[in-house]
């Protein structure tokens, strides 16, 4: 839904180079959209970010100004959540720098540390924006690989093992703060 009417909506993920007619007789190709008004067509769109590898430490501070941090689509993460995670990173470790605390790395086996990891540690020459995919988790031992079959259930036991290593981590830098946990289902 794009308005409060709620006769507007969007196709998020659109872009495309096609021409506007061409764009209106393709998507009158699908079923129910054969006389929908289009109020706005797709295009390419550009997002800017930093090298990150070259510029951010796995903190996502950068090398040469400590006190300047960057998350989210600026950083080279794609994605609502992966912006918020790295920002929850960026702005814990500001806190912390403003304290005088020692500042903190995400554990690598999860999520939000295996987007840390891309972001200050890919190759610099060939850095593209990533949303988080099991590719960016650190793989199972071979035994377990072995073991588990589906891939599926490997990607099952990938989150286990996450979730348990962010739990046990959040335990460890509390300051007093409310202590979250991870999600389970």
């Known amino acids: 839904q794009e308005n409060l009417m709620a006769d507007a909506y969007n196709l998020v993920g659109f872009q495309n180079h ?3 007619g061409e764009q209106a007789r393709v998507l009158r190709l699908i ?12 295009q390419i769109h550009r997002n800017t970010y930093i090298n990150a590898p070259r510029v951010l430490l796995p903190t996502l501070q950068t090398r040469e100004r400590e006190e300047i941090f960057f998350a989210g689509q600026i950083s080279g993460v794609e994605g609502y959540v992966e912006s918020v995670a790295t920002g929850w990173l960026a702005g814990r470790n500001a806190a912390r ?4 605390e020692a ?10 540390g295996a987007l840390a990891r891309y972001v200050s540690g890919a190759d610099a020459e060939k850095y593209q924006p990533v949303n988080i995919t099991f590719a960016l988790l650190e793989p199972l031992p071979e035994s377990e690989r072995r073991r588990l079959k589906r891939k599926r259930e490997r990607h099952v036991r990938q989150v286990e093992l996450a979730l348990a290593e962010w739990d046990n981590w959040l335990q460890t830098i509390q300051d007093g703060a409310h202590t979250p946990r991870a999600a389970t289902t």
């Open 31 to 42: 079923p129910g959209l054969e006389r929908a008004e289009f109020l706005q067509y797709g």
């Open 97 to 100: 720098l403003a304290r005088g």
């Open 103 to 112: 500042l903190l790395e995400a554990p690598s086996k999860t999520a939000t």
């Open 18 to 20: 096609l021409r506007y």
